[in-house]
Structure formats: structure tokens, C-alpha cells
């Protein structure tokens, strides 16, 4: 799996979009971008993938730069529930190697 | 629809006993992953098992074994316990989307070992 270095941490206002950035300059073509959540001492919770082109859904949207070395994931409207540790991981798409989580970037959201 | 649930919550066990971790995946999803999240560590991928077979492993001694059922729940056995294996223990099941992997996480069983 490609390395991936994101902010340690960010603070964000409630109710502004929060961006969280994610470099992965060494991704191989076929390994995509996915974005999970961690709130403290629960399970991760899966927020969004892509591969090449932009992607949204209920929960967020992901942007992907054209050469894919760098993506941002954008939370529209940030709430205090939001707060959480973001992991951004780059893994092939047969699922084989299971994901490799770093360290995050740890989001607090101001009220 | 019911998530990914995994028992006990909590598990106390002794140096040398041997633990055992139940996981029941998303209803349709016949991929179980394990991780390791040990305190101040990030995840670590533990075993992969689909269609009742262990498709691969992380990199973790063979005293950290399971399976998975016909109906793909899943079990974790960790034998010969060490004190280094207290951990929360996440189980995960996925379904392929599009071509990417979305993982769907249970809350995990805490083991500590004594």
C-alpha cells in the first residue's frame, strides 16, 4: 500500500466545512482512496473511497488531484459529532492486504 | 439493517489461557477482516478470511489463528496469551462496491490480559 501523510490535527468550527488533506504521492494506479473515521474507542467507520474521479456522498465529499498524489476530504457542515481521528489510506481495490491505518489526523470541531 | 457485532465486549484473561473472539458480519457480506489496535497504536491488520477460507494474514505470530462459518461469522483464537496482546480487537466485514472495498467496523472487543 502507498504511504500516506495527513496533519497530525485541525480544528474546524461547527457549521463550517471542514478539509482535511491527504498526500499519497507514491499510489499506484490501481490502489484507491479511502477515508475512514475513528471517534474515540469505537470501531473505524467507513466515509467514502475513489479512485480517479470526485465522489460524494451522504456524509462527505472526495476530491482527488489529477496525477492522484494528493485528495481532500470535505465535510460541508461540521458538527461537534464530527470530531474524530481521519484516516486517509491508498489500497489496492481486491481488499487482499487489508487496510493499513497510520496515525490520522486528529479533527476537533470548536463550538 | 444490523451492523457488524462482535462478543464479549470485554474479555479478562490470564497470561498463557487461551482467548476466542466472536464476530458476525453485515448480513451479505462473506469478507471478515481482523485488526489489532493496541493502546497508542494505530490498527493493525490481523487476518483475512472469505468464503470460509483465510485469504491472508498480517504480520502476527501463528499463536493468533481463527475461522469463519458457513453463515461467514467469524471466530479469533489467541493462544499461549501474552501481556502484550491486550488490545481492542476490531472485526470488519465488507462488501466490494465499484471496484473499492468498503469495510464496515464492529466496536470491538477489549481484551486485557493479567
Known amino acids: 500500500d502507498a504511504k500516506t501523510t495527513q496533519p497530525t490535527s485541525m480544528d474546524c468550527a461547527e457549521g463550517r466545512a471542514a478539509n482535511l488533506p491527504c498526500n499519497h504521492s507514491t499510489i499506484s494506479g490501481n490502489e484507491y482512496v479511502y477515508w475512514y473515521r475513528q471517534i474515540h474507542s469505537q470501531g473505524p467507520q467507513y466515509i467514502i473511497h475513489g479512485l480517479k474521479n470526485n465522489e460524494t456522498n451522504e456524509m462527505a465529499s472526495l476530491i482527488i488531484t489529477e496525477d492522484r498524489k494528493s485528495s481532500t476530504l470535505i465535510l460541508p457542515h461540521a458538527t461537534l459529532r464530527d470530531t474524530a481521528v481521519y484516516y486517509c489510506?491508498?489500497?489496492?481495490?481486491?481488499?487482499?492486504?487489508?487496510?493499513?491505518f497510520g496515525k490520522g489526523t486528529h479533527l476537533i470541531i470548536q463550538p | 439493517e444490523a451492523g457488524v457485532t462482535q462478543s464479549p465486549t470485554h474479555l479478562i484473561k490470564t497470561r498463557g489461557q487461551q482467548a476466542t473472539l466472536r464476530c458476525s458480519p453485515i448480513?451479505?457480506?462473506?469478507?471478515v477482516y481482523w485488526y489489532q489496535q493496541a493502546l497508542g497504536l494505530g490498527l493493525q491488520f490481523l487476518l483475512w478470511?472469505?468464503?470460509?477460507?483465510?485469504?491472508n494474514r498480517g504480520n502476527f505470530p501463528p499463536r493468533f489463528s481463527g475461522r469463519q462459518f458457513p453463515n461467514y461469522s467469524s471466530e479469533l483464537n489467541v493462544n499461549a496469551l501474552e501481556l502484550e496482546d491486550s488490545a481492542l480487537y476490531l472485526c470488519?466485514?465488507?462488501?466490494?462496491?465499484?471496484?473499492?472495498?468498503?469495510?464496515?467496523f464492529g466496536p470491538g472487543t477489549r481484551l486485557t490480559v493479567t
Open positions: 448480513s451479505g457480506h462473506t469478507s
Open positions: 470488519a466485514s465488507s462488501i466490494l462496491t465499484g471496484g473499492g472495498y468498503e469495510q464496515y
Open positions: 478470511y472469505d468464503e470460509g477460507e483465510e485469504r
Open positions: 489510506i491508498a489500497e489496492r481495490g481486491g481488499g487482499a492486504d487489508g487496510l493499513t
